[in-house]
């Protein structure tokens, strides 16, 4: 079973069989490895769960792979 993740919250990934794009919303762990809560289109905010290997990375949410992103307003 995989320990590491390879997404984080905000990235955009592609869902490999269906070309669609989304954002990753959330994440869990089950006995095949990690499986992601994935927003799709542009449509309702509604998570589809998507296993790891289903997903091909499109964008970064950030440079340090975190998924948080600091912005300071002055």
Known sequence: MSTSRKFAHGD???VIETGELGIIKSFHQNENG???GVQLG??????TAVSEDALELVKTANDD?????VRYIS
């Open 65 to 69: 792979g975190t998924g948080f992103a």
């Open 42 to 47: 542009r449509g309702p905010a509604i998570e």
């Open 12 to 14: 955009v990934v592609k």
């Open 34 to 36: 990690f499986v992601y």
